[in-house]
């Protein structure tokens, strides 16, 4: 149904007069006097009793009024929205993010998202940056923020952008002896114990670990498997081993650890985001924009 004639019928209700309707609409009374005989063509009865002085409503008007009132109503929230959608005011963002950014970018992006976008709905889910790629093919997510030791080659269906490289330091407790230095050497860890991470099949970060340690000639003695970042921290602060983690993370400011870079142990993790090629998500450009001014300001 054509919403003019349904604006024209609201407005003689709401004036009591076609002629005071036509002001304020902006068109001559014939003009309105014509749309309203379409709709009573269309509704098949009269929507006014002409004979009174003002006009009043039959019963099929009073009927109608308030439903075409409320058709009107919705359709312009409609059109309210669907702008605020085409300029990414409004929508659904959902994010895959790697543990470790949770330190870094991840809070103050989604924050900041948050407060410009405040209508957006933003989901987050963790997923193991081996996983991320999979998850934006099935519309899981819209865009993933991922971590690798070395250099990541996205697939070919995939984009990604660099954010910022993240060395790794040793977190010791800050009681050791060893937490008074600036920097350590690779004989210093010898014999410590090691406070390593899962050796998932599917994440490659633990077995990148074990390999920076080994190349810079330490063999690190395994004395714990710490699932999450923060229970590693937990056990390098009880004085039960070391640690190897992102400087993202040292950045925290924690008191009851140490983190130092360790000679000859070189190894950075890159992080970066993760989009669809083919996929033009407003959204995403929006949040890809804030996790960039935020990653050159580290």
């Keep these: 149904m054509n919403l003019k004639p349904l604006r024209f019928f609201c407005e003689v209700v709401e004036t009591e007069s076609a002629n005071l309707a036509a002001t304020r609409l902006h068109v001559v009374p014939a003009a309105v006097s014509m749309q309203i ?22 019963p099929l008007g009073t009927f109608f ?3 075409a009132k409320a058709l009107l109503s919705d359709s312009q929230r409609l059109l309210e929205e669907a702008k605020d959608l085409t300029l990414g005011r409004i929508g659904w963002l959902s994010i895959g993010f790697t543990r470790s950014t949770i330190f870094s970018v991840l809070p103050n992006a989604v924050f900041s998202m948050s407060v410009s976008a405040p209508k957006v709905r933003i989901d987050l889910t963790e997923i193991l940056t081996e996983h991320q790629g999979e998850a934006l093919r099935s519309g899981l997510i819209h865009v993933g923020l991922a971590r690798a030791i070395g250099p990541f080659d996205a697939e070919d269906d ?26 350590l050497n690779p004989g210093d860890l010898a014999g410590l114990p090691f ?24 063999k690190p003695r395994v004395a714990y498997e710490a699932k999450e970042i923060h229970t590693a921290l937990c056990l390098v ?19 009851d650890v140490r983190f130092l870079p360790v000679k000859g142990v070189k190894t950075t993790a890159n992080v970066f985001a993760i989009r669809r090629k083919d996929t033009q998500h407003q959204l995403v450009d929006a949040f890809l924009d804030i996790v960039l001014m935020q ?4």
Excluded at 37 to 58: H, I, N, V, W, Y
Excluded at 295 to 298: D, P, Q, Y
């Design 237 to 255: 602060a009880a004085g039960l081993g070391f640690a190897l983690v992102g400087k993202s993370v040292a950045d925290n400011n924690r008191s």
């Design 37 to 58: 005989a379409q709709l009573e063509g269309l509704l098949g009865g009269k929507l006014f009793d002409r004979s009174t002085r003002p006009m009043k409503l039959t």
């Design 158 to 183: 995939l984009e990604c952008t660099p954010l910022f490289t993240d060395p790794l330091l040793v977190a010791l407790p800050s009681v050791s002896p060893l937490a008074r230095r600036k920097r």
């Design 295 to 298: 990653s050159l300001a580290r």
């Design 65 to 67: 009024y308030p439903k």
């Design 195 to 218: 406070i390593s991470y899962p050796k998932d099949p599917n994440s490659s970060f633990s077995r990148h670990t074990l390999q920076a340690l080994e190349e810079a000639g330490i």
